[in-house]
Antibody, heavy 121, light 110 residues
Framework: EVQLVASGGGLVQPGRSLRLSCAAS????????MHWVRQAPGKGLEWVSG????????GYADSVKGRFTISRDNAKNSLYLQMNSLKADDTAFYYC??????????????WGQGILVTVSS | QSVLTQPPSASGTPGQRVTISCSGS????????VNWYQQLPGTAPKFLIY???QRPSGVPDRFSGSKSGTSASLAISGLQSEDEAHYYC???????????FGGGTKLTVL
């Protein structure tokens, strides 16, 4: 059974940093691209970032480009999102999601439980 | 606002057939396939339809998708109370070089 467990969320002040982690199990992590998708409370889904199986290709939404960095450690079956210069608009539930392809695509066949990041002073 | 446009709400009675539309442009739906996700209240989204009209294993055949030009549709036949959820379309956008979602449609089963 595929499991994606996110951690690292919480309350952070505007302008500060936070690092999210996602621990994967139940599949060959290094065979698939991975993504972060967020959802502001009561709002729709927004793709944040994706990374290919070998970390060569990385993509970002314009809203986070230059502030967020996605990475992965295949030896640890883990996905990360380093979030810098956080803004109130970044407040959302962050989901890690598995792709069905090796390269970045949008076939999110498994999702984690979502973790809340609140940016507020 | 979202790059892909969906109606904010839809409704139907048990047993009915409902459709949800998703409108885009030449840089997304017009040149790439469309996926659909279902989000039940308080849960993570679920992979519902991929490549316009394919169902992942375990998804009932009551759910079907289609695409024409720069628009796509999700149809749900034999509506059931457990279908009450938010539905999101998604596509790759060649201009943005990233994934775009619709704003979501809340389906209410009356």
């Amino acid at each position: 059974e595929v499991q994606l467990v996110a951690s690292g969320g919480g309350l952070v002040q505007p302008g500060r940093s936070l690092r999210l982690s996602c621990a994967a199990s139940g599949f060959s992590f290094d065979d698939y691209a991975m993504h972060w998708v967020r959802q502001a409370p009561g709002k729709g889904l927004e793709w944040v970032s994706g990374i290919s199986w070998n970390s060569v290709n990385r993509g970002y939404a314009d809203s986070v480009k230059g502030r967020f960095t996605i990475s992965r450690d295949n030896a640890k079956n883990s996905l990360y999102l380093q979030m810098n210069s956080l803004k109130a608009d970044d407040t959302a539930f962050y989901y890690c999601a598995k792709d069905v392809m090796r390269d970045i695509n949008f076939y999110f066949d498994n999702w984690g439980q979502g973790i809340l990041v609140t940016v507020s002073s | 606002q979202s790059v892909l446009t969906q109606p904010p709400s839809a409704s139907g009675t048990p047993g009915q057939r409902v459709t949800i539309s998703c409108s885009g442009s030449s840089s997304n739906i017009g040149s790439n396939t469309v996926n659909w996700y279902q989000q039940l209240p308080g849960t993570a989204p679920k992979f519902l339809i991929y490549s316009n009209n394919q169902r992942p294993s375990g998804v009932p055949d009551r759910f079907s998708g289609s695409k024409s030009g720069t628009s796509a549709s999700l149809a749900i036949s034999g509506l059931q109370s457990e279908d009450e959820a938010h539905y999101y379309c998604a596509a790759w956008d060649d201009s943005l070089n990233g994934v775009v979602f619709g704003g979501g449609t809340k389906l209410t089963v009356l």
